[in-house]
Every structure is written in C-alpha cells, then in structure tokens.
C-alpha cells in the first residue's frame, strides 16, 4: 500500500477545464489511472497511463479528446488535465496505481462538479 493524495477538484461551469494531480510514490508502478465515482452510481474507470517504458495510455469513450492523462516520475505526480467538461463528468475522483504483485493503492479522493 503506498499513500496517494489527490487534489484540484472544484466546481467549474460547462466548458470550464480543471487539472487534477495525484502525489504519490510511482516507483515499482505498472500503471497509473484516474477512476471516478458519479452521484449514485458505481465507480467507473477514466484513464490511465502504463509506467512500464511505452507510456501507453488509454480513455474511457466518454472522455476521449476532452481529457489527457500524463505523469511525471521526478515530481512523483499523476495529472489528469480535463477539459470541455460536461455536468455527467461530475463525481468523486480517485487516483490508483497497480503494483502487479504488490496490488494496487487508492487516493482519498477529489471531488468535481460541473455546473450547467
């Protein structure tokens, strides 16, 4: 288990962007991604972002070309730059980061409104 912080939610209106980052230590990390739990619904996957060499990263559909997923390893932070945002992108952001056999770790969470 390793600590995960998460912060820059807020509330914006429609079309506003914010910049969520998750502090954390990413060595030993094979992925890193960005979940997000909607009022009254299940936790859903965002993004994420492979930390074994490629960079690799993938979308849900309903935020492709609107969010960008990126890491930088020597600030030891995870960002999820969000742009164009709709009220269905609000809810509660958590970060994670899988560890293969070390399993994976979760932020407490960064909540995000979006006004329309």
């Known amino acids: 288990q390793v600590q995960l912080v998460e912060s820059g939610g807020g509330t914006v209106q429609t079309g506003g962007s914010l910049r969520l980052s998750c502090a954390g230590p990413t060595s030993g990390a094979y992925t890193m991604g960005w979940f997000r739990r909607p009022p009254g619904k299940e936790r859903e996957f965002v993004a994420a972002?492979?930390?074994?060499?490629?960079?690799?990263?993938g979308y849900a559909d309903s935020v492709k070309g609107r969010f960008t997923i990126s890491g930088d390893n020597a600030k030891n932070t995870l960002y999820l730059q969000m742009n164009s945002l709709k009220p269905e992108d609000t809810g509660v952001y958590y970060c994670?980061?899988?560890?293969?056999?070390?399993?994976?770790?979760w932020g407490q969470g960064t909540q995000v409104t979006v006004s329309s």
């Open positions: 972002i492979s930390y074994l060499g490629s960079s690799n990263t």
């Open positions: 994670n980061v899988y560890m293969g056999l070390y399993g994976d770790s």
